[in-house]
């Protein structure tokens, strides 16, 4: 699983809200296609000027981008040739007051 550093300058997304709230995958196990446990996700990142989710931070502070992670319904795959169904995140609100 590969670390990308050049997500650092994203903001949490504890400070913004998802449009579709069942796109929230904190707290997801993150595997490989053959099953290896990779850690959770804790933290979802958010491009604060196009307003969109483009990475998530595990649990043991990796950056991933989700054109790499392929969501089910309990758990995320991590596909290292990036994912077979993109993540297709939608915007998200603006900042919670």
């Keep these: 699983m590969k670390h990308d550093d050049r997500f ?11 449009e579709h ?5 904190r707290g ?5 296609p053959t099953g290896e446990n ?3 996700v804790n933290d979802m990142l958010v491009d604060k000027e196009n307003e969109n989710v483009l990475a998530v931070r595990m649990e043991d502070g990796r950056l991933v981008s989700v054109d790499h992670l ?3 319904d309990d758990h ?3 596909r290292d040739d ?5 993540a297709q995140y939608q915007k998200v609100r603006s900042r919670r007051d």
């Design 8 to 18: 650092a300058e994203l903001d949490s997304l504890s400070n913004w809200q998802l």
């Design 21 to 25: 709230e069942e796109q929230d995958i």
């Design 28 to 32: 997801y196990p993150v595997q490989s």
């Design 38 to 40: 990779y850690g959770k």
């Design 70 to 72: 392929d969501i089910r």
């Design 76 to 78: 995320v795959i991590y």
């Design 82 to 86: 990036g994912a077979a169904s993109p």
